[in-house]
């Protein structure tokens, strides 16, 4: 592992949606052979479990408008443990690289000369397909597949290209949504996104306490209502993600497309 991980060196490493078993090897060792870790919240409990006792950690976590650190806090943190010549994880929930802030990061510590690798994680777009058995795109209803965030800036409106998020035929996962679900809603109906397009709203995905909970566009901000602030949310939009197998034939059949047994 040495000449993976050199002294001196940071590593933003992704820790996949929570579950442990998810957490890819390479991960796992970089864990394990760390000096000093810097976690976000939505890293799980059972992952953190894993670093060693003689470990430093630090929680920068950032959660509904509560942060530990800001950026560039963080920014500075990092550099300064590497430049003291210590092995540094960057612990990040999800893949780094999916609304991770990783390149960030990476532009800091590259002005500091202190080198920078990813270890990428599972996304949590991907864990709630496979948890609830569906599948992100589907021949002939989603052949198309978007991530967006729906967190803005404290007092700065949800900017987004509606008219192309509301395109049918594709598949729309949107992350830290809770908060904005009824706006999502409301703008994609209005963008011309039917009103009846199934979602799906996968909670602690993972996590002992997953939830997944199926409905349509137009009930969306209802469907919400019973999520606390601290349960990670992940809403996914599209014909892919139906209830049901039989949900998405009667919709194939109501397209016009062909459907073999």
């Not at 796992?28 to 953190?48: K, N």
């Not at 990476?106 to 864990?127: D, F, N, Q, Y």
């Not at 991530?147 to 598949?171: I, K, M, N, P, Q």
Request: aromatic share 4%; hydrophobic share 45%; glycine share 10%.
């Amino acid at each position: 592992m040495s000449h993976e991980f050199a002294v001196g060196t940071v590593w933003l490493v992704g820790a996949g949606p929570g579950d442990p078993d998810l957490l890819t090897r390479k991960a796992e060792r970089l864990i394990a052979a760390a000096d000093i870790i810097f976690y976000d919240a939505l890293v799980g409990p059972g992952i953190l479990a894993m670093i060693p006792p003689d470990v430093e950690r630090i929680n920068v976590g950032k959660r509904s408008g509560r942060h530990s650190k800001d950026q560039g806090s963080i920014n500075d943190l990092l550099g300064a443990a590497a430049l003291a010549g210590r092995r540094v994880v960057r612990l990040k929930g999800g893949d780094p690289s999916v609304f991770g802030r990783s390149t960030e990061e990476i532009e800091h510590l590259a002005r500091l000369g202190v080198a920078v690798r990813v270890c990428p994680g599972i996304t949590a777009a991907s864990a709630a397909a496979a948890s609830s058995g569906t599948s992100l795109t589907l021949r002939g209803l989603a052949r198309q597949l978007t991530f967006v965030t729906a967190h803005a800036r404290a007092g700065e409106a949800l900017d987004l290209d509606w008219s192309t998020l509301a395109r049918s035929g594709s598949t729309l996962a949107v992350y830290m949504g809770r908060a904005a679900a009824g706006e999502v809603s409301r703008q994609l109906i209005a963008a011309g996104r039917a009103a009846d397009t199934p979602v799906m709203v996968a909670v602690n995905i993972s996590l002992p306490t997953e939830r997944i909970i199926h409905g349509r566009l137009s009930a969306l901000a209802f469907l919400v209502e019973t999520i606390s602030d601290n349960d990670p949310s992940l809403l996914i939009i599209g014909e892919a993600v139906a209830k049901s197998s039989s949900d998405r034939v009667a919709r194939v059949e109501a397209c016009g497309i062909a459907v073999s047994g």
